[in-house]
């Protein structure tokens, strides 16, 4: 079932994603060569919990896979999402997908970056870009009276027309009361289906683009996607509020 959000639930749901936005520029301003990425992961999960509010990821469980044991994922290079954070320290020329979620006064925000470590081949920067273009692609679709594929389409062709791959066997979803909700968002799809979009709707759209091919896998921690092929991969993800002509993006400082 599709929840249409009342201005009170918009009103908690902007708290938790001002929260969100705020610990991913915290984030962004400390990646550099050497953190580790546990050391990322203390940082979000102190100021999170410095807000009075909780990192939503962490004991977030799904299928047999653990509960996840940190407050951010960390996913770096061919990591698409859903990486652990540990001992791994970042080395110029990689890049990083930190992705954060936060609950408070029982209500959920959840967005995403992509980072480069120092100076990353042109290839990993062109890939950071049309990544968050694409974001804004399908953020520019999500209007009322629209279909959920508009925006799914409207991510596909901008990625593929740049010479990248979307990731199929993930995708966005809603987002509010709870982390994951209806719809689900795919990033590939056709115009014109799926459900409806109406005002009230509160979407999580997150692009993920190999710079390979699209196939993943999950790595033997149960957590981690991994690119088949082992090229890298991006992502950028929003909250988003459906508003008529004029989605609002919520994942805002």
């Known amino acids: ?46 100021y999170i919990k410095s807000n009075n509010a909780i990192p939503a990821f962490k004991g977030y469980t799904q299928g047999s896979a653990p509960g996840f044991p940190g407050s951010v994922c960390t996913s770096v290079d061919d990591e698409v ?8 320290a970042l080395k110029i020329g990689e890049i990083i997908s930190l992705d954060v979620g936060v609950l408070k006064n029982d ?42 594929h508009d925006i799914s389409a409207a991510v596909q062709s901008y990625v593929e027309e740049n010479g ?7 995708c966005g979803h809603g987002v509010g009361k709870y982390l994951h909700e209806e719809p689900s968002i795919p990033n590939f799809g056709k115009k014109g289906t799926g459900a409806k ?18 196939q993943v896998l999950t ?7 991994l690119t088949a092929d082992g090229k890298p991969s991006a992502h950028f993800e929003h ?3 459906v508003n008529g002509n004029s989605p609002k993006i919520l994942t805002v400082c």
């Open 239 to 241: 909250t988003i509020l």
């Open 107 to 148: 209500y959920y925000g959840d967005a995403a970056i992509s980072v480069a470590v120092g100076e990353v081949s042109a290839e990993k920067e062109k890939l950071l870009n049309i990544t968050e273009k694409s974001l804004y692609e399908g953020i520019n679709s999500a209007l009322e009276g629209n279909r959920v």
């Open 219 to 225: 790595n033997k921690d149960g957590w981690t996607i």
């Open 1 to 46: 079932m599709i929840i249409i959000k009342t201005k009170k639930d918009i009103d908690f749901i902007k708290e938790s994603c001002k929260i969100v936005a705020e610990t991913l520029q915290l984030l962004k301003n400390n990646v550099k060569p050497g953190i580790t990425t546990l050391e990322l992961d203390r940082i979000a999960e102190d």
């Open 81 to 88: 999402v859903h990486g652990i954070p540990g001992s791994r």
């Open 197 to 214: 979009l109406k005002n009230g709707m509160t979407l999580a759209i997150e692009p993920m683009v190999n710079a390979g091919k699209y």
């Open 164 to 170: 990248f791959s979307i990731v199929r066997d993930l």
